[in-house]
């Protein structure tokens, strides 16, 4: 809510939306914004509306609509972070048509079977921890910023202790399409403590620097040796199966024609793949699957589905 707030007593953004909304252009919002900053503007007269289930008492009640999505005009509204994807891909399909919106659907592995998930489990072992856990998501130039942002963001939600770590020469990273993101720390520093989870974000080219990193892989090989948990989504997988750190484990398959086929044994459909202390997903569409599977091996189901009603996502029954 902070955010929103904060977005509400912006006055010149107040002026751009405001003429945006005159001019009979394009403008949305998502979550708690509606309520939140959209609503003081007086941006929601006479419009359908959504929003965060947390806030959805203070829309105006003849106008409040409880689904994913809606759009009334030239106002676009959604509900959570849980919703986001959706909610992107309807102004996608608003600017560019619909054909541009289904491609970058495929894209983020939002169609073809990848609606209705599979999570696999093999050699299950116990995750939880009598310490806030620990987690490093080392990141470089070219990494999935919808990815690393996501996990951090929803392990955070769940009260871990996470530190996202640059390879590069700089805190700053430029990730996939251009995204400009700042770090906590180099991985020099990084390395001088220990980690119960290490997770590797994906995108092609962030990937192959990640792969690159001396210090990165001593990490890894520490992890594996000392039977820690480590992970990868996305293309990121290939990191590890390059380093050795995958041998008789079972992984999602990333279905792109472009990343290298590995040895080990792969399961066809699913988006989530544990076997004992790896975990792997496809990524992108399937990076808060492959979150909530992480805090509900910490923690517990019970945790997971609190962070997964904040974030309007719907948990798997158990």
Not at 164 to 171: K, M, N, P, T, W
Not at 201 to 214: A, F, I, N
Not at 278 to 284: D, F
Request: aromatic content about 6%; proline content about 4%.
């Amino acid at each position: 809510m902070p955010g929103a707030v904060r977005l509400r007593d912006c006055e010149i953004l107040e002026k751009i939306m405001k003429r945006q909304a005159e001019d009979k252009r394009l403008y949305g919002a998502i979550s708690m914004a509606p309520a939140i900053t959209l609503l003081p503007w007086g941006l929601l007269t006479r419009k359908r509306t959504t929003g965060h289930p947390a806030f959805f008492g203070k829309l105006p009640t003849f106008w409040a609509v409880k689904t994913n999505i809606q759009i009334s005009g030239e106002l676009t509204t959604s509900r959570g972070p849980g919703t986001s994807f959706q909610f992107a891909l309807s102004l996608a399909e608003q600017l560019f048509g619909e054909t541009t919106a289904k491609s970058i659907e495929e894209f983020l592995l939002l169609r073809d079977g990848y609606q209705n998930p599979k999570n696999k489990e093999f050699n299950s072992i116990d995750w939880s921890l009598d310490h806030t856990p620990r987690v490093l998501i080392p990141v470089a130039n070219g990494s999935e910023a919808v990815e690393l942002v996501s996990i951090a963001d929803v392990l955070r939600r769940a009260k871990v202790d996470v530190t996202v770590s640059s390879v590069e020469r700089s805190l700053r990273i430029t990730a996939f399409q251009g995204t400009k993101i700042i770090t906590d720390k180099l991985i020099g520093e990084a390395a001088e403590s220990s980690y119960d989870l290490i997770i590797l974000p994906g995108g092609h080219t962030g990937s192959e620097r990640l792969q690159k990193s001396k210090i990165l892989k001593k990490l890894l090989r520490e992890q594996h040796e000392s039977g820690r948990i480590y992970g990868a989504t996305n293309s990121s997988s290939t990191v590890l199966h390059k380093h050795g750190l995958l041998k008789e484990k079972r992984t999602t398959v990333y279905p792109s024609e472009s990343d290298e086929p590995m040895n080990q044994q792969m399961i066809e459909g699913a988006e989530v793949v544990i076997d004992g202390n790896v975990i792997t997903s496809l990524g992108l569409a399937t990076v808060t699957k492959f979150s909530l599977a992480i805090v509900s091996k910490l923690f517990g189901h019970a945790r997971a589905r609190s962070v997964s009603e904040g974030l309007v996502h719907e948990y798997p029954r158990q």
